[in-house]
Nanobody, 128 residues
């Protein structure tokens, strides 16, 4: 059974940092691009960041550029999102996903969100 499990969410003050992890089991995704998305209450799910199959290329939403860093460790079948300088507007449930149709980030950065594999999410709350 394929599973993506996010962890690392929590409550942090504005300006603080969190590191999210997305661990995959049941299948290796080392040949595919992966990404992070988030959904705040009352809002649609939005793209946050993406990483290519080998970690060599990344892409970010404008709202997180310079503050968030995405990475992956294929040996551990795990993807990460380092979030620094957090703002209250970053509060959301964060989801990871795998784009099994591509090795690169272009699709994810361009708005693709119909991936087959999603985690159940981890909640990030940033207090002001």
């Amino acid at each position: 059974q394929v599973q993506l499990v996010e962890s690392g969410g929590g409550l942090v003050q504005a300006g603080g940092s969190l590191r999210l992890s997305c661990a995959a089991s049941g299948r290796t995704f080392s040949r595919y691009a992966m990404g992070w998305f988030r959904q705040a209450p009352g809002k649609e799910r939005e793209f946050v960041a993406a990483v290519s199959w080998n970690g060599g290329t990344t892409g970010y939403a404008d709202s997180v550029k310079g503050r968030f860093t995405i990475s992956r460790d294929n040996a551990k079948n795990t993807m990460y999102l380092q979030m620094n300088s957090l703002k209250p507007e970053d509060s959301a449930v964060y989801y990871c996903a795998v784009d099994t149709t591509s090795t690169g980030v272009r699709g994810l950065v361009s708005g693709k969100n119909d991936m087959n594999y999603w985690g159940k999410g981890t909640l990030v709350t940033v207090s002001s």
